[in-house]
């Protein structure tokens, strides 16, 4: 949530930037993050990922439903 309040929109991989994931641990818990709606809104936008792992698919841009005006 800090994250989102500071750049205004972000991606799982802005999450795992942030907050890399320990060895053994499978990267898809990172979308967890965004599975409160009430929270997060998708933009609309999506835009290819960063991680080799994800061979390039893309993931939604989100933002917090608190930033959003109308």
């Known amino acids: 949530v800090a994250l989102a309040r500071e750049k205004g929109e972000i991606t799982a991989d802005d999450v ?7 060895a053994g ?10 599975k409160d709606k009430g ?8 835009v290819p990922t960063a991680r080799k792992s994800a061979h390039g698919r893309p993931v ?9 005006t109308a």
């Open 60 to 68: 939604p841009v989100w933002q917090l439903r608190e930033l959003v």
């Open 16 to 22: 795992h930037q942030a907050h890399p994931i320990p």
């Open 39 to 46: 929270i997060w809104r998708k933009t609309g936008r999506y």
């Open 25 to 34: 641990v499978d990267g898809r818990i990172m979308g967890v993050v965004f």
